[in-house]
């Protein structure tokens, strides 16, 4: 029964293990876009940045067709919305006062 349960434990921490979306063209292409839409739809005043993401998978559908599955770690940023300026350049505010979310996209 100890088995089991470590083995099952094990392939829970393998398969949440992704590697960074910079290594993947694909993965920064749709990571922008993610943000984009997140900033569209979620933000309030200030701009969200993303602090961590990973690539969990590919899977190729075509010539042009590609899944992705990322998973992202954002935070908000002490750039307004109505700014114009890109998350990526703008301050995080810290943790205590910031509002945070952790999203899967597919």
Do not use: Y
């Not at 470590?6 to 829970?12: P, R, T």
């Not at 949440?16 to 900033?39: F, R």
């Amino acid at each position: 029964m100890k088995v089991i349960l470590f083995i099952f434990a094990a392939a829970q921490i393998l398969h949440s293990s992704g590697i960074p979306c910079s290594s993947s063209p694909e993965a920064t292409t749709a990571l922008k876009g993610t943000i984009a839409k997140v900033n569209a739809e979620f933000a309030t005043s200030n701009l969200f940045a993303v602090v961590k993401c990973e690539l969990i998978e590919t899977i190729p559908f075509g010539e042009r067709i590609v899944f992705i599955n990322l998973t992202i770690d954002i935070q908000e940023t002490v750039c307004n919305i109505s700014s114009g300026l890109d998350p990526a350049n703008c301050s995080l505010i810290p943790i205590q006062n910031a509002v945070s979310m952790t999203k899967s996209a597919i």
